[in-house]
Every structure is written in structure tokens, then in C-alpha cells.
């Protein structure tokens, strides 16, 4: 996940494109942490709002959070 994220965002920066709206990344927390990683390596995080869908906790995951966001 991270070098996959890394890959797209540093593309990017490169092309000088514009930022998504929103980032969904498809897994848990463990998925969200590496994504976010990688944006804070390329000095993006905080700048793109990322989101994880967690299917075992029927809930969205959102950064520095330690529970889900239910969603309906």
C-alpha cells in the first residue's frame, strides 16, 4: 500500500496535477497507516483528506482515530 501510494502521489507532484478531494483507501488500519505514511513522506498528509473502509468493524477509519466512523 505505501509504495503504491507513494508512487501515484509522487507522480503527482511531478506533473504538478491537482490534489484528489479525498483519498479511500480499501482495508483496515493497517492499510490507512501505510497510505498516511507515505503522503507524510511526500509532505502531502494533512493536505489530502484521507479516509479506510473497514469492512470487519462496519465503519470508516479516519486517521489518528482508534474507532470507527459507522456509516449507514
Do not use: N, W
Not at 46 to 54: L, N, R, S, T
Amino acid at each position: 500500500m505505501k509504495e503504491i501510494v507513494s508512487r501515484r502521489y509522487q507522480r503527482i507532484l511531478e506533473e504538478q496535477s491537482e490534489y484528489p478531494s479525498l483519498i479511500i483507501v480499501d482495508g483496515g488500519k493497517g492499510q490507512l497507516s501505510s497510505a498516511c505514511e507515505a503522503l507524510k513522506e511526500l509532505g502531502l498528509y494533512g493536505k489530502i483528506p484521507i479516509v479506510g473502509i473497514a469492512k470487519k468493524t462496519r465503519g470508516d477509519l479516519l486517521p489518528g482515530r482508534s474507532i470507527a466512523v459507522a456509516h449507514q
